[in-house]
């Protein structure tokens, strides 16, 4: 029997895919992403076991909230992180016709059988420049590009989503340069930037993890949308 390792959930998500999601954040990441603000969900500590068949019961109870146009979305952490654990909810939620989406930066390695199982990946581009991605992540993006031609491979639904930082990647070369990166790709749903915030720098010091991004302030919410508009024009 697999037993899946949780972090946390959220019963009514309304921006980790179609409709009111159920959002599973499971525990576990390779890569060490110098904005990431669920820095609790790197480690392999044991925090919420259970089984996918578990998983399901709980998820089943919020049906009548998400419904039809809804879903359930894997988050973390990287999901990918537990493959076996991933495959059996998977399975267990089509197995009672529930949309499920996967929200992942594509860091794992056994993931042919679970993308079947996908209706939907949120890929997060961290970065297109392999040394940025590097310094930004701690790890190669090798990762990233062989899960990003497997998705294209298995013709998935994709929305792509990158963090924008002030001072890093604000700036309409580096939004044109996805732009460009996306036009190349098949079956894009929708490519979206996040402001950069720093809500996470509590959990941090009180983890005694160092912030990497200390003196980096908020992106600004207007211009991350006036930098969006340019990926529809």
Known sequence: MIIGNIDSFESMGLVDGPGVRFVIFMQGCPLRCAYCHNPETWSDEKKIQMTADELVKKVLKYRPYFGEE????????????????????????????????????????RYDEILDYCDLIILDVKELDEERYKKLT??????????LKKCQEKEKKLWLRQVIVPGYNDTEESVLKLKEFASNLKNIEKIELLPYHTMAKEKYRKMGIPYRLENVLDMNKEKCKKLEKLLRN
């Open 138 to 147: 701690g790890k190669s993006m090798d990762y990233f590009k062989k899960f």
């Open 70 to 109: 809804g879903g359930v979305t894997f988050s973390g952490g990287e999901p990918l992180h537990q493959p076996e654990f991933l495959l059996e909810a998977l399975k267990e939620c089509k197995k009672n016709n529930i949309h499920t989406c996967l929200d992942t930066s594509g860091a794992g390695d």
